[in-house]
């Protein structure tokens, strides 16, 4: 499994994802540009900003979420902007300002909707807003949000649609992990005590019927999506800042390592920068896989189960397709869920 | 009748009213001049602890003592003395009777001489009625002496229960955090709990301070703010002064046991307070005020009692201030019959067990005294001691180089004090010793410095080593240029390796060099007796050697560096080619295998020498704590991060029962019994795995069941809100062909054609 090394940012990676084929990779940086990739050879297809007065973000790149026809590109930043973008052209299309920075966006399953959270700082609370795209006019957007979620106990770092787009489904700094009705704005339901520290990541299974999270606490947990009960948790030795679902094969992926302010006084050793690959319904770490200087900041896993992708504070992107042994090894013998696409 | 009979001439009758009459007048006799025990000897004392000299010496004995007793104010006249004299051994008996005129005066003197100093003797002054009425008293009658407390009679748990387990598995204790937990370590890595009555052995008070295992595992020590607890029997628990031992000793922090186990020496930072007026009975009773101002305290395990307290060092004011803390302060010898502490510069106190009396009522006066070491006892030296032919024990002792007097090591005999063997040694700035486990050979590790050098720091160093079986000891000496950090005997054995090292950055202590190590492997020639060099290792960075306690395996391991933390697994008596093992006696030193514990702080050996373990303790310094078990073979079989882990120890054993013979018998017929012991094995993975199996199998149908679930309901709403099910779509093409040109500069040369 050689990786494809993606070198093409200057600044720690913050968020990476694949479009739904699969053939290619969004990557969003501090270094304040978003890139395109091939995911086949790791070419660069384009960057979207970098250039003076091409409306890119003037800021770290927070968050970057791709649309299942790989039209359309969202992206939110710490310049308190959120960018629609034509991927084909790598145009701005319309731009979004708000009071705080964008931590957060993601398209429904339509493709219709989005989410976006606002950064909770200087006096501003922390916000959920739903807009409607409009995709057929695309410069033309609404800056009014259907509906406006304000949060006022521990603010939310991480976000999901449910599978019917009924619902958002949050993770908090705090450790909790909330569900809210997209309609009303309510909260709907909650277990506070989800994780011990602050959630780093929450990514969806490929049918959305259930979720895994990761956090500081030093575990991911999967959730039910509809229920939010916990079904299984993964303990690791170091703090996670990442974690995703592979289909096909029963694993997890959890990435981490330590705080980026601590990298420094350990040896690379110590920082645990591996991607470890756990089975998903017998809690137990299956492999690792190294390459990493930085701890991973965010992982990507190929929605067909292909390959999976690693982005860290050492400013690259590592992409793995898998080999066959990957799919063809049982490490616990005969015994096999029911195979998930 | 005898003296009626020779009463003659009287009639019968006369000679029984006769009879009456004597008989009643010897009664009356009798009583008028019975002598009075308690009475009429009031002006009667008895000396002990008097001096046992001969005919020669007794009148200046007795005009000494006379001085003494006059001096004290206690004047007698020669004649009142007595000194009882034994015929046979040509000595007094080591007491004399004083009589004075009257009992005032005697009482007087009794107060005035008891207690006094004669000589190095002490003397006990006793009324002569004392002796004779205590001596009588009556034995299992009467009242019991104060203090003495009515105890019913516990039955002890077995003491060595865990030697019975019917796998042979060894125990190991960890301590993470708070908690302390006992476990089986297993065959292949998988531990279970030490479990009672289907419970897992915990103890909330365990986690006080550390642990300690007694050496021969019997007693699992806790240490506490207010003293030591020991824990034995099958449940490490039990009723207190019976399977719990307590022994109070306000701030302890360092404790040791004697080699049999049968003595406790506890050391506290603060020295004890005077307890007469203490609330808590335990310490009021336990420490009498002489103990106060003390920091050592010996304990009898078993009786739970003082034997004596001692005072802390006096520091040692060493060239860069004082010098820390000799731990153990107090060394015993391995059959508990002596316990030792060295006076640096002056002597060695050697204290007889379990009076605790100076050996001969003396220190040996060494000048300028170093260190010692008390020479192990092999099995054999234990049945040679038992039948009373072993050989008196010995310890090693050395000091340094005085004016006019090189620095010399010697080897003296206890209790006899002869010097078995000495041996000069020139530019010596410390020595440190290493017996054999068996107590075969010595190893005199002596530091050394270059001749005319100002500062005394050591920078290379001398083996010297004593073949101790041998006839007047051959010593051998082995000279090395580098310093020599490590040095390490194979238990049983007569091989030893030795780390050195010749790097410039040795002992530099730069933060982020790592430091290499060269390590070698020397064996005793059989045939000439010598010790010769049998492999060398170039280049390494493993700075800890530890040897098997089975001898033949050792582990090297790097420690306390904070970049490399590998453990290399190595066999000497790897056989690969037997050829090659006569010509070359080095060739079947193998590396088995090599491995990484990252953070490692500490190494151990299981005590059968067939796992070691290796962890990385909170306490000291270590980015990741936790603990790894390693089969002999070097294969990682456990790992186990934990936060907060702080101790990882095995449960020491006894030596092992078996004689010769037996143990002969058991390797002549190993495979019988490892047939049963590999059938017993896989029955245990099959029920292992089976269990494991099942839960799996268990996981499995419940994530199936509950995601069928969740997909029907899913559908049911999608149906219901008319939206299509989302497909994922998947590639058409099996496999998409990229083709990549790949253009190839070969060479490039520039030709400029001048016209």
């Known amino acids: 499994m050689k990786p494809i090394i993606l070198q093409g940012h200057e600044r720690s990676l913050t968020q990476i994802v694949f479009n739904s084929e699969g053939d290619l990779l969004f990557s969003a940086s501090k270094d304040s540009v978003v890139n395109a990739w091939f995911t086949s050879n790791g070419e660069r297809l384009g960057t979207f900003g970098g250039i003076k007065g091409d409306g890119g973000h003037n800021g770290s790149v927070w968050t970057v979420a791709v649309d299942s026809q790989s039209r359309f590109l969202i992206t939110g930043a710490a310049d308190n902007c959120m960018k629609l973008w034509d991927i084909s052209t790598g145009k701005c299309l319309f731009t979004w300002e708000f009071l705080t920075a964008v931590k957060r966006v993601q398209w429904n399953e339509d493709d219709d909707t989005i989410l976006s959270i606002t950064e909770q700082r200087s006096g501003q609370p922390s916000i959920i807003r739903i807009f409607k795209i409009n995709r057929d006019e695309p410069s033309a957007q609404t800056t009014t949000p259907i509906t406006t979620m304000t949060l006022s106990g521990s603010k939310a770092t991480v976000a999901l649609w449910s599978p019917l787009s009924e619902y958002i489904l949050t993770g908090h700094e705090s450790g909790k992990v909330a569900k809210y009705d997209v309609k009303s704005g309510e909260e709907v339901n909650y277990i506070d005590d989800a994780h011990s520290g602050e959630i780093t990541d929450i990514q969806s299974s490929p049918d959305g019927t259930y979720f895994i999270t990761s956090s500081k606490d030093k575990t991911a947990r999967i959730f039910d999506s509809e229920t939010l009960q916990e079904m299984k948790v993964y303990t690791t030795e170091t703090p996670l800042n990442s974690a995703c679902i592979a289909p096909l094969r029963p694993y997890v992926i959890l990435g981490g390592g330590q705080d980026a302010m601590s990298v420094t006084t350990t040896s690379q050793r110590a920082g645990k920068f591996e991607s470890r690959f756990w089975h998903k319904l017998f809690e137990e770490e299956v492999g690792r896989v190294k390459g990493h200087f930085g701890p991973i900041n965010t992982l990507a896993v190929h929605p067909q189960g292909k390959a999976y992708a690693s982005g860290a504070e050492d400013g690259f992107v590592r992409v793995h397709w898998f080999d066959e042994g990957y799919f063809r090894s049982r490490p616990f013998g005969d015994l096999e869920p029911e195979v998930e696409v | 009748m005898s003296e009626l009979e020779q009463i003659d001439g009287f009639s019968e009758e006369d000679q029984l009213d006769l009879q009456a009459e004597l008989q009643e007048g010897f009664a009356e006799i009798e009583e008028k001049y019975a002598v009075d025990t308690q009475q009429g000897f009031e002006n009667v004392l008895v000396i002990d602890n008097i001096p046992v000299i001969d005919e020669a010496k007794k009148q200046k004995l007795v005009d000494r003592l006379r001085q003494l ?7 007698i006249e020669e004649e009142n003395i007595s000194m009882p004299w034994d015929d046979k051994a040509a000595t007094n008996k080591g007491f ?3 009589t004075y005129p009257d009992a005032p005066q005697a009482e007087n003197a009794l107060r005035l001489l008891d207690g006094a100093a004669f000589g190095k003797n002490t003397l006990y002054v006793n009324r002569f009625g004392d002796i ?38 060894d125990q190991y204790v960890t301590f993470r955090d708070q908690d302390v937990s006992v476990w089986w370590n297993g065959r292949n890595g998988v531990s279970e709990p030490v479990k009672i009555d289907g419970k897992p052995l915990k103890n909330s008070k365990w986690g006080e301070l550390y642990l300690q295992w007694s050496p021969l595992g019997t007693y699992l020590s806790s240490l506490h703010r207010v003293g030591v607890a020991l824990w034995s029997g099958p449940k490490l628990d039990g009723p207190i002064g019976v399977n719990v031992l307590r022994f109070t000793h306000p701030g302890v922090r360092l404790i040791q046991f004697s080699p049999c186990e049968n003595y406790l020496v506890t050391w506290s930072e603060e020295p004890l307070d005077n307890f007469e007026n203490h609330p808590n009975a335990a310490l009021r009773e336990t420490f009498g005020p002489e103990d106060e101002g003390n920091q050592y305290v010996i304990w009898d395990v078993k009786a739970q009692r ?7 060092d006096k520091p040692v004011q060493g060239e860069d201030g004082p010098q820390q803390m000799a731990w153990p302060a107090f060394k015993w010898s391995p059959d508990d019959a002596y316990v030792a502490r060295c006076n640096v510069g ?8 379990p009076g605790m009396g100076l050996l001969d009522k003396k220190s040996i006066k060494i000048d300028g005294v170093q260190n010692f070491e008390w020479c192990p006892m092999s099995e054999k030296d234990f049945v040679a001691r038992k039948t009373g032919k072993g050989k008196e024990g010995s310890f090693v002792f050395w000091t340094p180089e005085a004016p006019n007097q090189p620095a010399r090591v010697s080897i003296m005999s206890i209790p006899s004090r002869n010097i078995l063997r000495a041996k000069n040694l020139f530019n010596v700035t410390d020595c440190k010793f290493y017996w054999q486990n068996q107590g075969d050979f010595l190893c005199v590790k002596v530091d050394r410095h270059a001749r005319k050098a100002k500062s005394k720091k050591a920078t290379f160093c001398n083996l010297e080593l004593f073949r101790v079986r041998e006839k007047d000891y051959p010593v051998e000496v082995i000279e090395f240029k580098d310093y020599v950090p490590q040095f390490a005997w194979e238990p049983q054995g007569n091989r030893f390796a030795i780390v050195s090292s010749n790097d410039p950055n040795y002992g530099q202590g730069i933060p982020g060099v790592v430091v290499k190590y060269n390590i070698d492997f020397y064996q005793l020639d059989q045939k000439k007796g010598d010790f010769i060099a049998i492999k060398h290792l170039d280049g390494k960075i493993a700075n800890t050697l530890v040897w098997s306690p089975r001898g033949r395996h050792i582990a090297l391991a790097t420690i306390g560096s904070s970049q490399k933390f590998d453990v290399e ?19 079947n030193v193998t590396m088995l295998a090599s491995g990484e514990h990252y953070g490692i702080t500490d190494i151990a050996w299981d005590p059968s020498g067939r796992y070691l373990a290796t962890s990385a303790s909170s306490w000291r310094q270590t980015p990741e704590p936790g603990f790894c078990v390693w089969d002999f073979k070097g294969q990682q079989l456990v790992h186990q991060p934990q936060d907060r882990f702080k101790q990882f120890l095995w449960r020491p054993r006894p030596p092992t029962l078996l004689s010769k013979d037996q143990i002969k018998k058991v390797r002549k017929e190993l495979k019988e019994y490892s047939r049963s012991f590999d059938e017993d094995d896989a029955a245990e993975e099959n029920r292992g795995s089976a269990e494991k199996l099942a839960q799996r199998q268990r996981d499995i149908s419940e994530w199936n069941a509950w995601r ?11 149906a219901k809100s008319g939206k299509e099910k989302k497909v994922v779509k998947q590639d058409v093409e099996t496999e998409e062909k990229v083709e990549e040109i790949v253009e190839e500069l070969l060479d490039e040369t520039e030709e400029v054609v001048v016209g």
């Open chain 2, 306 to 312: 003082v034997l004596r307290t001692f005072p802390a």
């Open chain 2, 69 to 75: 007793f006059a001096k004290a104010g206690a004047a």
């Open chain 2, 346 to 353: 002056v002597g060695i106190a050697v204290y007889e067990l």
């Open chain 2, 96 to 98: 004399i009777f004083l």
């Open chain 2, 569 to 587: 697994f190595w066999d000497l008596d790897f056989v690969v080619d037997e050829r090659r093992e006569t010509s070359e006696p080095g060739a």
């Open chain 2, 708 to 718: 069928s679930r969740n997909n029907k309901k899913l559908d049911d709403e999608r």
């Open chain 2, 132 to 169: 004779e009425r205590y001596a009588n008293l009556p034995v299992g009658e009467g009242e019991l002496p104060t203090g003495w407390r009515e105890k019913s009679y516990v039955e002890k748990d077995h003491l060595r229960s865990w030697l019975g387990d019917s796998a042979g598995r």
